[in-house]
Every structure is written in structure tokens, then in C-alpha cells.
């Protein structure tokens, strides 16, 4: 059935996978970013709370948006901290608290955090703002479970490996995309429509008796 949906960050590569799974399920997708109709900065809780009163009612909530800003123990700054845990966990809080009424009214809700495997397998010491902003992710939607289950609503998390993107290609020298197929129990780069059919199967009706769940997209690397 075709819902209202907004994602997150769904100018980029794994979130505009999404924007176009959702869209090809026939749901009405509005993309929240830097840019376009419905630009915010994620940091910015007021801006989060503005945005999600002008998006009106919304049955789908993915949050796919990250900032990944690197710093080891030594080197982290509040400023850096800050800023990871706004964008990556408090916008992902206040978008649920905003719409979370509406989907109760309707018995009906899907919200699904993109998270990462590195919470698991953290790839290096300077990861440690992003890896916990992740982790935090899978501890919010396992503490939401049963309080929005009670109203019809699921909260489950997504969590990617190594996926190939704009981004990542830029970041990363082929090299680790090598290294990393390594570690994989399938043997080739994933790709963001590897995440995006996760997400459109658990926005889904056919993924109703799931929630406070993690499903793993990352190539079997957590059990390689």
C-alpha cells in the first residue's frame, strides 16, 4: 500500500536508493537535506522540529542522513562530539517525536534508522564519534519497540557495510573497498540499492511483526 514517507539525507547515495525504492512501492516520498524543497540542517534541533510541522503527516519515517566527522579519544573535542550526535541521533529523535501522533491516530507506522556495521566491526580509532552516534541508533529503536508497538508502529534499524557511493569513493582509496571484501562472506562490493530494498521491504505491510530489530545488509562481514 502506498504511504506518506520522508527520508533523511535522501540526496546522497544509500538515501537516495531509498527515495527511489519507496517511490517505486508507490509511496509519496518527501526528502529532507541540505537542499531542495524541504532543505534543514539536521543539527539544528528548532530547524528538525520546523520541518517536520511542514511536512504534515508522514506513515514512514527513514532516517538515512550521517555526519561523519572522525576524531580519535585523544583528539575528540566537544564541538566535533556535538556535532555528530545532533545530525546522526537527535534529529532521528525529535523527526520521531514529531511524527509519531499521526502514525498513532492511524494504528500505522514504519521508522527505520540507517545505522552501520562498524558499530560492531569499528574500522578505525578515529570513528568513534560516528560509531557511537550508530550504536546509539539500535539502543533508541530497541527502547522504542514495545511503547510504539502498542500503536500499530515498527522501529527497526538497517545497518550497511561498506557500500559504494559518491561519497565513500571520494573518502576511501580502492583499497579499502578491497580490504574490506576481505572480511565479507559474499565476495563484491555492496551497493545502495543493497540497503534500499532492506528498507522498502521493512516499510512494508509484509514486515508488520518486525521491530526493535537490526538486519544486517553488509555482505556477511559481521560473521566473516
Known amino acids: 500500500m502506498a504511504r ?3 527520508v533523511t539525507g535522501g540526496a546522497g547515495g544509500i538515501g537516495g536508493a531509498i527515495v527511489r525504492a519507496l517511490a517505486g512501492s508507490g509511496h509519496e516520498v518527501a526528502i529532507l537535506d541540505r537542499g531542495g524543497e524541504f532543505a534543514v540542517d539536521l ?7 520546523a520541518i517536520a510541522e511542514r511536512l504534515g503527516p508522514r506513515e514512514v519515517l527513514v532516517h538515512a542522513a550521517a555526519a ?25 529523535l525529535w523527526l520521531c517525536q514529531a511524527l509519531a501522533p499521526a502514525m498513532r491516530e492511524r494504528a500505522f507506522g514504519r521508522i527505520i534508522f540507517i ?15 560516528y ?3 550508530k550504536a546509539t541508533l539500535v539502543g533508541i529503536a530497541r527502547a522504542l519497540a ?8 515498527t522501529i527497526n534499524c538497517v545497518a550497511p557495510g561498506l557500500t559504494r557511493t559518491p561519497f565513500t569513493e571520494a573518502d576511501l582509496p580502492d583499497e579499502a573497498f578491497q580490504e574490506v571484501l576481505v572480511r565479507q562472506s559474499l565476495p563484491r562490493s555492496l551497493v545502495p540499492d543493497d540497503v534500499a530494498g532492506v528498507v522498502a521491504f521493512l516499510a512494508s505491510d509484509a514486515a508488520g511483526a518486525i521491530t526493535g530489530q537490526t538486519l544486517c545488509s553488509d555482505g556477511g562481514s559481521v560473521f566473516a
Open 115 to 129: 545505522t552501520s556495521n562498524t558499530v560492531w566491526r569499528p574500522p578505525a580509532d578515529d570513528f568513534l564519534p
Open 68 to 92: 561523519f566527522d572522525r576524531a580519535a579519544l585523544a583528539d575528540l573535542d566537544l564541538a566535533t562530539w556535538r556535532h555528530v550526535q545532533a545530525v546522526n541521533v537527535e534529529s532521528a
Open 43 to 49: 543539527a539544528d534541533e528548532r530547524a528538525v522540529r
Open 146 to 153: 514495545k511503547p510504539l508497538g502498542a500503536h500499530g508502529i
Open 4 to 6: 506518506a514517507a520522508v
Open 131 to 133: 560509531v557511537a552516534s
